[in-house]
């Protein structure tokens, strides 16, 4: 059972997908996080991608999907939830495409709507610890002593790639890329819409419920 999670930066994926793993022995895959371990591992394909991750260019799609046919080899076979690809038409037509040749298929689509305003705010409230990179957020997650890591006591700042206007300008990017991929697993009936502003456990109840069917 392979999923794909789509959602903004800010929509709840990481939690929603740890709760696939937790209640239907799902494995995370986010691609982003792939990426960088095969290239940290030095893999065959993490030494192809290296090059291209390094200048900041696109890694070519072929490599992506071999990473991720490779990580659904090696996930114990009760699946994957996607996270971070494919995030185009095409990207999504090729990994259809690789998918089918191992007997594998993408069984569901879950988009974890939230309002445009929502997630400015909640990513707009992140804050990072200076000793170790824990986030906090002091709209949703807050740290007992404002400005203070609660585990190491280092100082919290912000990400310079976390002002309003580079959100904003990543979620312009996220919305108008995700609008065509919906299109297309709707056009294969997979998607299913989920109200991501709600409380945490009532959007994990929707999730285990479409991916149950
Ligand atoms: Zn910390």
Redesign the pocket.
């Known amino acids: 059972m392979n999923i794909i999670m789509i959602g903004a930066q800010g929509s709840g994926k990481g939690t929603q997908a740890e709760a696939l793993e937790r209640e239907l022995g799902l494995t995370p895959c986010a691609s982003g996080d792939l990426l960088r371990d095969h290239i940290a591992r030095g893999t065959p394909l993490g030494q192809e991608a290296r090059p291209y991750y390094e200048r900041g260019d696109l890694v070519p799609d072929g490599l992506v999907i071999q990473m991720i046919l490779d990580f659904i080899r090696s996930s114990g076979g009760r699946g994957i939830t996607l996270d971070g690809f494919p995030r185009t038409t095409p990207q999504a037509e090729a990994l259809d495409a690789a998918l089918r040749q191992m007997g594998q298929r993408i069984a569901r689509v879950l988009y974890l709507e939230a309002p445009r305003a929502l997630l400015l705010d909640r990513l707009s409230g992140r804050y990072i610890?200076r000793?170790?990179g824990?986030v906090w957020n002091i709209k949703t997650r807050p740290p007992r002593t404002p400005g203070i890591?609660d585990?190491?006591e280092?100082e919290l700042y912000q990400r310079s790639d976390d002002t309003p206007e580079k959100i904003a300008h990543r979620l312009d990017i996220f919305f108008s890329e995700t609008i065509k991929l919906l299109d297309y697993y709707s056009a294969q009936h997979k998607v299913t819409r989920i109200d991501g502003a709600q409380p945490i456990e009532v959007v994990t109840a929707a999730v285990l419920a479409a991916v149950r069917g």
């Open positions: 610890c000793a170790h824990h890591c585990y190491d280092s």
